[in-house]
């Protein structure tokens, strides 16, 4: 996949993120969608050398996009922690 690829599914994952854990983030948007596809690139780098999964060439693959998804989660998880979590 390229760079393109990985931005694309970087905003459908931080997206999907944002769906599952609902409520104000400190960045708004824009902040949520770069977290997204930072989460991508690390739920690839994690699933491929701690879980010895590669990530696959192809853009429709099913750990692909649970990795990113994976890797958005934890680093909206760790912006909240950092950064304050406005649901009070």
């Known amino acids: ?3 393109i690829s990985w931005i694309i599914l970087g905003l459908v ?3 999907i993120a944002k769906v599952l854990l609902p ?3 400190p960045g708004g948007l824009i902040g949520t969608t770069l977290i997204g596809v930072a989460g991508a690139f690390v739920g690839g780098w994690i699933s ?5 999964r590669p990530v696959a060439n ?3 693959d099913l750990t692909t996009w649970i990795a990113a998804v994976g890797g ?3 680093l909206l998880v760790g912006y909240r ?3 304050g979590n406005s649901r009070d």
Do not use: P, Q
């Open 72 to 74: 958005s989660l934890v």
């Open 1 to 3: 996949m390229g760079i």
């Open 13 to 15: 994952a931080g997206v």
């Open 58 to 60: 192809s853009f429709f």
């Open 23 to 25: 409520g104000r983030d």
């Open 81 to 83: 922690l950092l950064f």
């Open 48 to 52: 491929s050398h701690f879980l010895h």
